[in-house]
T-cell receptor, first 114, second 119 residues
Framework: GENVEQHPSTLSVQEGDSAVIKCTYSDSASNYFPWYKQELGKRPQLIIDIRSNVGEKKDQRIAVTLNKTAKHFSLHITETQPEDSAVYFC?????????????FGKGTHLIIQP | EADIYQTPRYLVIGTGKKITLECSQTMGHDKMYWYQQDPGMELHLIHYSYGVNSTEKGDLSSESTVSRIRTEHFPLTLESARPSHTSQYLC??????????????????FGPGTRLTVL
């Protein structure tokens, strides 16, 4: 089955700086890579996703890059703000039909220092 | 408003009790999932379903069972709760095959979770 590794487990950055979270996956058949944000005491919510036919996707201050050859993908947050503080989870799955649940990374605690 | 609902939100119960965690969605989704998560930690898939009468075990072995008699309802049952079952349980749902109303294939929507404590 799929295995997703996520680093770092904790990331502390100054407000206004950029944050990068990296994930690797093991199953070359995986073709869907979402990122979820989970604030304290709340449910995970999708913030951005990318499919294997795309190398990069951007949505305002958030971007995700995918390197299929190396089997890794990254989340980039620019101009970080206090409300970006949360746990971020990467995930991977195969969306070719008959797919089971997402395989998640272990999460990154992002702390934005004022 | 379309959403995923979980009840109860918090449950404290004694060892040996039978419990059922409820999950309902008004998203019109076919696929539903149960994840187990300790606070701030990784999410482990314990059960999923493609649709009515379909149930599958996930990556993490669990003593719980699930049923899917109605599309919108996916309850999880523990026949005899133990302290090792103490955790947060998150229900989720997604489309299965195709895109409807702009929803992206495979995007999973999560419920608010049930925090279970077994004494």
């Amino acid at each position: 089955g799929e295995n997703v590794e996520q680093h770092p487990s904790t990331l502390s950055v100054q407000e206004g700086d950029s944050a990068v979270i990296k994930c690797t996956y093991s199953d070359s058949a995986s073709n869907y890579f979402p990122w979820y944000k989970q604030e304290l005491g709340k449910r995970p919510q999708l913030i951005i996703d990318i499919r294997s036919n795309v190398g990069e996707k951007k949505d305002q201050r958030i971007a995700v890059t995918l390197n299929k050859t190396a089997k890794h993908f990254s989340l980039h947050i620019t101009e970080t703000q206090p409300e970006d503080s949360a746990v971020y989870f990467c995930a991977a799955s195969y969306s070719g039909g008959g797919a089971d649940g997402l395989t998640f990374g272990k999460g990154t605690h992002l702390i934005i220092q004022p | 408003e379309a959403d995923i609902y979980q009840t109860p939100r918090y449950l404290v119960i004694g060892t040996g009790k039978k419990i059922t965690l409820e999950c309902s969605q008004t998203m019109g989704h076919d696929k539903m999932y149960w994840y187990q998560q300790d606070p701030g930690m990784e999410l482990h898939l314990i059960h999923y379903s493609y649709g009515v009468n379909s149930t599958e075990k996930g990556d993490l072995s669990s003593e719980s069972t699930v049923s899917r008699i109605r599309t919108e309802h996916f309850p999880l049952t523990l026949e005899s709760a133990r302290p090792s079952h103490t955790s947060q349980y998150l229900c989720a749902s997604s489309e299965y095959g195709g895109v409807r109303s702009g929803v992206r294939l495979n995007e999973q929507f999560f419920g608010p979770g049930t925090r279970l404590t077994v004494l």
